[in-house]
């Protein structure tokens, strides 16, 4: 297999670049993005040096797709390219262009050169707010409420999806993750938040919240969303078009918690500002059902306590300290 990733330096992307490498199986790994992976992820795969390509490439440009789709005869597509956060709004003829338009280059290139397999980024943003729902797990097959210009592309891509599919015969699967998290993790703020709250008591660093860190979300850690990609883009088809990934409800305190289990002295800090968000009555959804996941492919999430040490060594890897281990 010979696979590329677009958005391959992001948080997502490069969790998954690093799961593909690792895959007996999978000769070849080419991620595509704007910007450059760090020297330090570019350490971390050495021993992989003759399976893994990095080019320069733009998803809004359909040329910088299908030259890197030649060069490397790619046979599967993994599209983790998208604009999230502040640069929505404050620049939002970018996020069209990489959220819409490269979502449509990609799927467009993929039938050009006969890539039947792809795994693209849908987002839980489709489902609109928990408060749509009940108190209840969304799933799947729940009617789509989506709201903002974000969620609307990631809807948008879920249909042309569809259209791909009957029209030429290619098998695609859409991801919904949740609010994904992880060493290096920066946008939105809520995603920085629960980032930072594990990668700085990591390196002995403190970190202090105005809000009280209660509000409850439903959270993917960025490795997790990788192994489960991996997953799929190594099957020929997915029972179904689109599957949730996230777990069950915890807070920034929850996580402060898990990260204390390794590290009791980490200097962790809120303040008693409530934060109105899902968890709280209003936005995203806060409890999300993976069940599909689970009985399609046998996959699911790892506990919160698992995935907090695997975050912590990460960061610490990055900073040269060694790993720490469960107590």
Known sequence: MHILVLGGTGLFGQATVRYLLEDAEISQVVSLDVTP??????????????KFHFVRGDVSQIEDILKVMKQYAVDRL??????????????????VRVNALGMSNAFEAARIMGVSRVIFASSETVYGNQSDYGDRDVTEDDRLYPSHSYALCKRFAEIQADQYTGLYGM???????TIGYGHGGRSPFIVKAFSD???????????SFDIDGTALFSLVYAEELARFSRMLVKAPSS????????GPPQSLLDV??????YIPEARIAFGKEPMAGPGKGSLLPWKVSCARAREDFGFSLKPLEEVVLMHINAARQEAGLEPLSRR
Do not use: C, M
């Not at 029972?239 to 996230?246: A, C, E, T």
């Not at 402060?256 to 289990?261: C, D, F, K, N, P």
């Open 37 to 50: 992976p760090k020297e330090t992820f570019l350490k971390s795969v050495e021993k992989f040096a003759g």
């Open 78 to 95: 993994i599209n983790w390219a998208f604009i999230l956060g502040d640069a929505v709004n404050t620049d939002p003829r970018l996020a």
């Open 171 to 177: 098998s695609f699967t859409g991801l919904r993750p």
């Open 197 to 207: 709250i594990v990668s700085l008591p990591a390196v002995g660093k403190p970190i």
């Open 239 to 246: 029972p179904h078009p689109v599957y949730n990934i996230g």
């Open 256 to 261: 402060a918690g898990a990260v204390r289990q």
